[in-house]
C-alpha cells in the first residue's frame, strides 16, 4: 500500500500551515491550534481570512459555553492561531501543510507546488480533497511520498473522524506520523488506500444521489426521506440535510467525477434535480436553500 521511506529524515510536527480558509479550513486550523500546534491559516483574501478566524474564536468561545472547554484552552488555542495572506510565508518552517482549497485538480496541485517549495523536503504535504487521486495531486511534486490524503468532515472541531489517504508512494513515516497527529487532535483515523472516493465519499454519496433521486421521483418529502434515515437506520442526518451541510455544488462535483472515474460510475451519476438545484444557485446551508431553507 505505502512507497519506499524517504530518504530524508521527518522532524516532529509542531507547525502546521492550513492553505485555505473557507469552511474546511477554519475547522482544521481550530482543532490544530486547539491541539497546541503553532498554525497558520493562509488565504489571499485578507476578508476570507479575518472572517475565517472569527468564526474560530466564536466556535472555540460556543465550547467555552457549553461547558465543553474550559476558558485557558481556548485562550491558549486562539494564541496559536494566526492568519496569513502570503503563502509562502505561510508554509515557511511548517512541518506539515494541509490544503483546504476547492476540489479541483490542477488547483490543488499548484497550491501544493509552491508550498512545497515554501516549506522544504522535509515537510508533509496534505491534501483535504474528498475523492480525487491522491497519485494524481502529488504527480510532478519534488517528493510525493511525502504526499498523503487527510479527509476531514464538516464541522470540524465535531466530527471525529479523519480519513487518512495513502498512495502507493506514500512513505510509510509519513502515514505513522499522520495517524499520530490525528490522535493528537482528537480524531480517529481510518487507512484506506488511494481509490477515486476513497471509502466514506463513495459510500455516503450513493446515499446521497439515491435519496436525491427518490425526492425527484416524489417518493417522498426531503423531510420523511431524511426521517426514514435517521429513525429507521439511526444516521445522525439525513442524506438530504446532509448534502445540504456539504454544498450541492460540492457533491455535484464529486458525483461528476466518480461517475466517470470508476467502472461503476452508473450509480454516481448526477440526477437531474441536483444539476438544476446547483444552477439556480441552491447551494445549501451556504447559500440559505437547498432542499431545505436555511
Known sequence: MTGPTSTASLRPISTVAVLGAGTMGHGIAHVCALAGYTTLLFDVDPGVVGAALGKVDKNLQAGVDKGKLEATARARALEHLR???????ACAGAQLVIEAVPERLELKHDVLGRAAAAAGPTAILATNTSSLCIARIAAGLPHPDRVIGTHFFNPVHIMKLLEVVVAEATAPDVLATVVDFGARIAKECITIKDSPGFATSRLGLVIGLEAIRMLEQGVGSAEDIDKAMTLGYGFPMGPLRLTDLVGLDVRLSIAEYLSTALAEG?????????????????????????????
Open 83 to 89: 492568519g496569513a495572506t502570503d503563502l509562502a510565508q
Open 266 to 294: 452508473a450509480h454516481f451519476r448526477p440526477p437531474k434535480l441536483l444539476r438544476d438545484l446547483v444552477a439556480q444557485g441552491k447551494l445549501g446551508k451556504k447559500s440559505g436553500e437547498g432542499f431545505y431553507r436555511w
